[in-house]
């Protein structure tokens, strides 16, 4: 069994929550997925959309994953999203030097036009969140940015070698330092909320996948 979970290194403001919490999770690990260290393997990756499908191709070549769970943060949100879709489209919204925007791009060219997401059970992740206390939802628009195309990218991945990869996204809210820092009305929601989240969505699904490996 092999578990890759995934964050971004920080990109324009110095901090990024998904990297943060990654790490966290690899140094310090919770109750929930200490029993499963050995099987679990943490990546951040680069926050260059030019670079980054190459870099998930090798990352999964390399590690072969039977779950593959990638976090990324979401400025705004106050809950934890767990993404039910990735589209073939990337579009920031960024204007040239002239003034325009841009136009959407395809991800991956000629390829399907949106996965599906193949956790188990994501309504009653909620609710095992929900009797934890923590803020979840089933989100339906992943975006257009860097979460939504490693999003793809994994889903495409699993598509073209006809793999049994477990692929999920979550989003996670900022965290109290960047709201110190740089947000000062963004909601947010403190790391070790956000540890206990992640950690109980990876035992879930360690346990849907091989139920021998979970340890109550």
């Not at 204007?95 to 997401?117: E, F, H, R, S, T």
């Not at 803020?135 to 006809?162: A, M």
């Amino acid at each position: 069994m092999r578990i890759l979970i995934t964050g971004f290194e920080p990109n324009d403001d110095g901090l990024n929550a998904s990297e943060l919490v990654v790490v966290s999770l690899r140094d310090n690990p919770t109750q929930e997925i200490r029993q499963y260290v050995d099987c679990i393997d943490f990546k951040i990756l680069p926050g260059n959309t030019n670079t980054l499908g190459h870099v998930v191709d090798e990352t999964l070549k390399a590690f072969l994953p039977d779950i593959c769970i990638g976090i990324g943060q979401a400025r705004g949100y106050n809950k934890i999203a767990i993404e039910r879709m990735a589209k073939n489209l990337r579009y920031f919204v960024t204007l040239d030097a002239a003034g325009n925007a841009p136009k959407g791009k395809p991800i991956v060219p000629n390829a399907p036009i949106a996965y599906w997401d193949c956790l188990a059970d994501p309504e009653d992740l909620v609710s095992l969140l929900e009797s934890h206390n923590i803020p979840t939802r089933i989100s339906n628009d992943c975006g257009t940015h860097l979460c939504n195309q490693v999003f793809y990218h994994f889903l495409h991945w699993k598509e073209i070698h006809n793999s049994d990869m477990k692929v999920g996204f979550i989003h996670i809210p900022a965290l109290p330092e960047q709201v110190i820092k740089y947000w000062s009305e963004s909601p947010f929601m403190p790391i070790e909320m956000t540890r206990k989240a992640l950690s109980l969505i990876i035992s879930r699904q360690i346990q849907s996948v091989d139920p021998s490996l979970y340890v109550g």
